[in-house]
């Protein structure tokens, strides 16, 4: 055998997994060979070593870790996921609480979710409000102004509404779907001629129909004022948030012109 | 009931109980395996912080995979390690390819005497340094060569045992085994601690 051949038998020699014609040899080789002698010595030597070196000391709170692992485990990650809004909440019960932390701990994707979520939350909270345009609070006084004035410069106008507002108000129900002008003309018609009729053949009847008529037009009198209001209230909100809509394109108009301008300068 | 008998009703039991989401069944695999698991995955890391996030893997894989467990193909302590072992090592071949610090504190630790000379401080220091030197040489090993020799010298796997783990053919193992213990006597006999 050759020292070749011995170097590359010694491992199973040391394992007892020679055959007994190799082990033959190897013991042959060994007995003539004093630099294999001492190969084998080292390698025997260096084993032993490794062997006594026995065990490292793990950190004395492993366990207890691994235990929140294994509990955080037991919350699945789907749970987790609906959780996260209530934890950073802070609405979490104990029990939920400690179950979430134990699976952040446990589970690296969750974890990650929840730093993520943690990150835009806090960039969110540090971003600072934007600052009003020049003027925007002139020019939304203006605007209310003006509004107020044209609501109330146009009688024609204003009339109409009244009739739209008496329309929507207690005027509805009389609206038929089919041909409601005449429809509500023809009621009101009639209901004029009842109260004539009643009017006329009244006065101390045994009936008290008066006064009841006499409530029913007072309530429809504070009815139709309340729809003039609300449809007057409508007419000025509208003009607002016309007049507004115009300052706010013609301050982007204005802004991408700005825009456009530093582009094309050098 | 035999021995033996006894123990695969009292592990078919405990794996019951864990399944069930018991937490004291949990806690008594912590206990037993956790010192045992921590020391493999030190051997192959050689650092501590990832020791102990590998040993946190390992259990949360068991977590995962206790279910698959059979009672009959052999006791748990045997179907846990080669668990362990295959999560180690999956990790330390994917360490292997994309190479980081590696080793750098073994002088944190408390060796351990396996036998003798507990009360002795000079013992224990001597007995601490040279587990770094050892640790140190091991780490200077090229990883097929360490996983070999850690599997067989400081497990005690067999020859077959490794090839099926590192699902390797046995002559490889062989090879592999030899060349590493020739290196690290070499590396030993170059820092001489033989």
Redesign the interface.
Known sequence: MECREF??????Y??G?LSAEHAEAFVAHLSSCADCRA?LD??Q???E???????????PD??E???R???G??MSCRAFGELISSYFDGVLTADEYHLFEAHAR?CARCRRDLEGIAAVTRLLNEVDPVALPEGLNERLLQAVRSAHRDASRSWLRRLRRRWAAWRLGWGAPLRSPLLPRWAMAMVLCAATFGLLVVNLSGGGGRVPVRPAIARLFERAAEMRVEGERVVEHLGQWRAQVSTLLRAFRSDRERSGEALEKERSSP | MGAKAALVSHDAQLVRRCLAGEEAAWEEIVRQYSRRIYNLAYRFTGNRAAAEDLTQEVFLRLYRALGQYDPREGDLANWLMRVARNVIIDDYRRRARTPTEEGEDLADHEYHLRADERGDPHALVERRELGELIHAALAKLSPELRTCVILRDLEGLSYQEIAELLRIPEGTVKSRINRGRLELARLLRRMRVI
């Open positions: 170097e590359h038998l010694i491992s199973e040391l394992d997994a190969l080292d390698v030597a260096a084993l070593l490794c062997r006594s070196v026995g065990e490292v000391e793990p950190a492993l366990d870790r691994l235990r692992v294994l509990r485990a037991a446990a």
